[in-house]
């Protein structure tokens, strides 16, 4: 007999009020890893973490290697180029293919924009 059915029976047989049950809270686990990852802002990093091991086949063997995801935040990919050359090209020609390409893998609300950075 669980203890709030046991004060139920006891109370009821002393002929004390009826206290009011509490609404059942329970959660499935996924539910509670989802809200406690969003809480702790924790859902941004896992994105971060899947862009990274999914970046060379998003934007294919040259590219990868010649470039790195860095971060990702509020929506914004940060990556790091190695040359002047690749960023202008990153930046004024591949930009919005490769954007597209995480959109579509990602979504929307995980990446909105993608900035290239020399380092």
Do not use: N
């Amino acid at each position: 007999m669980t203890p709030s059915l046991r004060a139920a029976v006891i109370s009821e047989c002393r002929g004390l009020p009826e206290r009011k049950m509490r609404d059942d809270r329970w959660q499935s686990p996924a539910e509670m890893v989802k809200k406690l990852m969003q809480r702790l802002g924790l859902r941004e990093r896992l994105h971060e973490t899947e862009i990274i091991d999914a970046w060379g086949k998003i934007v294919g063997e040259f590219i990868a290697t010649h470039s790195a995801p860095v971060a990702l935040r509020e929506g914004v990919l940060y990556v790091r180029v190695l040359q002047p050359a690749l960023h202008y090209e990153h930046e004024q020609i591949s930009k919005s293919e490769i954007l597209r390409k995480l959109k579509q893998r990602f979504g929307g609300r995980t990446i909105r924009d993608v900035r290239f950075r020399v380092g």
